[in-house]
């Protein structure tokens, strides 16, 4: 009975179609439309997904504010705002085109340069396609800022801002990603795996935050003559907290969005990645007690991030148990990384160098070894070969162009503007006006004097993991 009163709507509606002057659909008819509704679906779903990338921004802001001291609370607010802008212009007029221009040689693209590949009246998609390269770009550079906090002159970021987004992104990235638009790099051609980014974003922004600090050297007071290593302690670790959950949250646009389709895949794609950031956090917690005694919080938050750069490789390509490995062996590594690190006077107030060039590198070849598809010394050879190509270009590329900021506009505050704190010295402010601000070990960044903090962490948790 029901498929009888079903049928004569159908044919009651057909028929008043045909009436007001429509042509009755068709199979072909019906194709197009199911076409038209999936892409209009597939732009929703790929701008949602950049809006949810842009809110990791938020994320990495209040991560690096909290690890760090308040005299420089604004400053990394400041420069959090800023390497989004300028590298939103210098991905627009050079980096895209670099990185998704058409390309002979699979080593860079040589068109799309200020999106001239949209026209009035032509195919938009390049449009929303560009939106969430943009805040993938956004990404990359804003991670090294955590890496040189503290001592870093503005002008000096900002340079960096505008040409890690303009070329050193954008010329890996066409390596892996250029076949996605209309290039095609060389190491795609060969297989490699790097779903969404472990090694084309985190890796490239974590081996340019090592060419950073290096360049830089470490914050004053960090280490003593003597060889050890004196804590400087994050000002707000609530506030670092909730920057790891937004930027958990931020992850869903980040490894599912990578499809740019609105498709069942991204089903997977979201529990791997929610699995492999519990994971992570929850050995990282484990190796931390064992090591220190207690439940540290940093180490914490941090394992949770190393889950969630190790599995933005292999988001699409490994099964959800294999995501618990990954990113439980990503919160060890990034504990002993962090560890490792502090030990060679390598000064990361927040552990960017561990989270996502070390824990990037490890996902990227777990998408190798893990690989749904099965697993051979050839495709795990590729991935080490992205790896090893990455830290080659970057690093080096990364380190000289430190270094030519350092020798013209200058890299780093005087030692009495990093004593004073940034805030007050690069930008006339103070974040928190109604509060004497005191400065771990040297002095306050007001009209008071000593450190009401203590001097030692009670758990002699290295500087690192708690500032």
């Not at 802008?85 to 980096?95: D, E, R, V, Y």
């Not at 085109?97 to 390049?126: C, E, K, Q, R, Y």
């Not at 996605?180 to 795609?188: D, F, Q």
Request: neutral net charge.
């Amino acid at each position: 009975m029901k498929k009888y009163i079903l049928s004569i709507l159908v044919l009651l509606y057909g028929a008043a179609m045909v009436y007001a002057g429509d042509e009755p659909p068709t199979a072909e008819s019906n194709q197009n439309a199911i076409q038209l509704v999936q892409s209009h679906a597939d732009y929703l779903w790929t701008l949602i997904a950049a809006a949810l990338v842009f809110f990791m921004q938020a994320g990495f802001a209040l991560v690096e504010a909290g690890f760090t001291r308040a005299k420089n609370a604004i400053n990394i607010m400041m420069k959090n705002l800023m390497d989004f802008s300028i590298g939103t212009l210098s991905f627009w007029a050079i980096g895209f085109g670099l990185m998704f221009g058409a390309s002979s040689t699979g080593w860079f693209g040589t068109s799309g340069f200020f999106l001239s590949d949209f026209s009035i009246g032509g195919d938009p998609w390049v449009l929303a396609f560009w939106m969430f390269q943009v805040v993938f770009a956004a990404t990359a550079a804003t991670i090294v800022s955590g890496a040189m906090a503290e001592r870093t002159k503005f002008s000096g970021y900002l340079i960096y801002s505008a040409v890690i987004s303009a070329v050193i992104y954008p010329i890996f990235g066409s390596w892996a990603w250029g076949g996605l638009y209309n290039g095609g790099g060389w190491l795609e051609n060969l297989g490699f795996i790097d779903f969404a980014g472990s090694t084309v974003v985190h890796s490239v922004g974590g081996w340019a935050a090592l060419a950073g600090t290096l360049v830089l050297g470490p914050r004053l007071g960090k280490y003593t003559r003597d060889g050890r290593i004196k804590p400087i302690l994050g000002h707000n670790m609530p506030l670092a907290a909730l920057g790891v959950f937004i930027l958990w949250l931020g992850w869903f646009g980040f490894n599912p969005g990578s499809t740019t389709a609105a498709n069942k895949d991204i089903a997977m794609i979201f529990v791997n990645t929610n699995l492999s950031a519990a994971a992570g956090a929850v050995l990282a917690l484990v190796a931390s007690w064992v090591k220190f005694g207690k439940p540290e919080i940093g180490m914490s938050l941090n394992g949770a991030l190393a889950g969630l750069v190790a599995i933005t490789s292999p988001c699409a390509t490994v099964t959800p148990a294999s995501a618990v490995v990954i990113g439980a062996a990503a919160g060890v590594i990034v504990v002993l990384s962090v560890l490792f690190f502090e030990k060679i006077r390598v000064d990361d107030p927040v552990g960017a160098i561990s989270v996502h060039g070390v824990c990037g590198a490890w996902g990227t070849l777990a998408a190798g070894i893990f690989n749904i598809g099965g697993t051979s010394l050839t495709i795990i050879g590729v991935q080490l070969l992205g790896i090893v190509a990455c830290f080659l270009w970057v690093f080096p590329t990364a380190f000289i162009m430190f270094k030519i900021i350092a020798a013209t506009a200058g890299l780093r505050v005087s030692p009495e503007e990093e004593l004073e704190g940034l805030d007050f010295t690069e930008h006339g402010g103070n974040a928190y006006p109604d509060f004497e601000v005191f400065a771990h070990g040297g002095g306050s960044t007001g009209n008071t004097s000593g450190d009401m903090r203590p001097k030692t962490s009670k758990l002699g948790v290295p500087n690192l993991i708690r500032s």
